[in-house]
């Protein structure tokens, strides 16, 4: 009982019956694990990636590579999280006509924004496994945002190119969460 009732108390953070593999351009926003800064620092309010940042920045500049109909937009590799707008064009390198199906086992829409993350989340994942003593990189979820007009992407745009100018007053610096206990933890 209390696994469901812990799961029920989750807030949903997908627009209700949206079809996340559609034509758009997508917000994305994905936070490591407690917050840890795993890709590097902000020195003189530029990010600076060690080792893992490279390959987390790799990995996304690498997703159209395996999902054709994905183009990439602004992106930056912060000290714990990503930010990035993709793009989905089916008019785009696909040369598959197979009707969009759900998987029933994994409940993923192929060629959709939860692929797109789960892959980019599994190529982290991998190099960190391989790599570090790092096991468990991420987050469970992500956030994304539906981007519906040339002014909201321009406006988003800007955001993620200043982001790490105003990492010392960003919600995702948990020096800056009232609710985080801990110091911040920089691995190098």
Not at 11 to 29: A, E, H, Q, V, W
Not at 70 to 80: A, D, G, S, V, Y
Not at 83 to 95: E, F, K, P
């Amino acid at each position: 009982m209390e696994h469901y009732s812990r799961e029920r108390r989750r807030k949903l953070i997908r627009l209700k019956g949206y079809d996340y593999s559609n034509d758009g351009c997508y917000f994305i926003t994905i936070c490591t694990k407690d917050r840890e800064c795993l890709f590097g620092e902000v020195r003189n309010k530029k990010m600076i990636l060690n080792n893992a940042g490279f390959v987390a920045r790799k990995c996304w500049l690498g997703i159209p590579n395996h999902f054709p109909n994905i183009i990439l937009n602004e992106f930056i590799t912060m000290p714990n999280h990503v930010h990035g707008i993709l793009v989905i064009d089916n008019a785009v390198g696909v040369q598959n006509f197979e009707p969009l199906r759900r998987n029933r086992f994994q409940k993923i829409i192929p060629r959709s924004i939860g692929s797109i993350i789960r892959g980019y989340k599994i190529g982290v994942t991998k190099w960190f496994r391989q790599n570090t003593d790092c096991y468990d990189v991420w987050q469970r979820l992500y956030y994304d945002h539906i981007i519906r007009n040339e002014r909201s992407l321009d406006c988003i745009r800007e955001y993620i190119r200043n982001n790490p100018g105003n990492w010392k007053s960003d919600r995702n610096n948990i020096l800056n969460n009232k609710f985080y206990s801990g110091g911040m933890k920089y691995r190098k």
